[in-house]
């Protein structure tokens, strides 16, 4: 058996270097998991993995492109070996290549998808027979209200509502191993994403959330925290009878 089932359990998120990825990699820490930090750069992942030693907790950088097999495969045995055997898996990994349908070249459609769908679907893959194994596991997908639609967005949001119909499918055939799957939709969340967003459009980052702020019911945008904490639930032992659901994390009702 595996370190993880001794003791200590393993989690890995993807994207994690920075913004929601790397806020719930150091709640997962602080709940007591090894938190494997991976992100396409290993070396981007260390600011992670640093923050989290500095708070007593342990973690591993790993830098793999999540929509290539080979390197996936080897992230998840070299987490497996140094960590232990992953049994939570945050499927963040994301990248936006917005552009109305007109002028979306199919390059800017294929990136989005390899990272989102393609690349959850192999990190869950090489992850999901130590779960089996532990017949116990984790495993959240970030999504987005974008997933609803949203102009601009056609590869986004497809993608993003692609990962809905993964998870709801990963639950009903990893259930009864113990392995619950759920989805995580947020809205708008304060990172260095919706900030390059902001200059895309020529808007200062602080009118951005201004405006943001006035058309959602609890009156402020989301922070990276507000999602990890969401995970922490969906990871934790209470949550074991919640499995492919999809949270909207908006601030008010978005679905």
Do not use: C
């Amino acid at each position: 058996m595996s370190e993880a089932s001794a003791g200590t359990r393993v989690a890995i998120v993807t994207g994690a270097a920075r913004g929601i990825g790397a806020a719930t990699a150091l709640r997962l820490a602080q709940d007591g998991f090894a938190v494997a930090v991976l992100d396409l750069e290993e070396a981007a992942a260390k600011g992670t993995v640093e923050a989290i030693e500095t708070a007593g907790g342990r973690a591993l950088a790993v830098g793999a492109d999540v929509s290539d097999s080979d390197q996936v495969q080897a992230a998840v045995e070299r987490v497996a070996a140094e960590l232990g055997g992953p049994t939570v898996l945050v499927n963040n990994a994301g990248i936006t290549r917005d552009n109305m349908l007109f002028k979306m070249t199919e390059t800017d459609w294929d990136l989005v998808m390899n990272v989102h769908l393609r690349g959850a679907f192999l990190m869950t893959r090489a992850a999901q027979k130590y779960m089996i194994d532990a017949k116990w596991g984790r495993i959240i997908n970030l999504s987005s209200v974008s997933a609803l639609g949203n102009r601009g967005q056609a590869n986004y949001a497809t993608a993003k509502a692609g990962l809905q119909g993964f998870t709801k499918t990963l639950a009903i055939e990893l259930g009864k191993f113990g392995v619950t799957a759920n989805a995580i939709a947020p809205g708008f969340i304060q990172t260095e994403m919706t900030k390059a967003t902001a200059e895309r459009m020529g808007i200062p980052f602080e009118d951005f959330i201004k405006g943001a702020a006035s058309q959602i019911p609890v009156a402020r945008v989301g922070q990276p925290e507000d999602i990890a904490h969401l995970v922490s639930f969906f990871v934790s032992e209470g949550a074991g009878f919640v499995s492919g659901q999809v949270v909207y994390a908006a601030g008010g009702p978005k679905a």
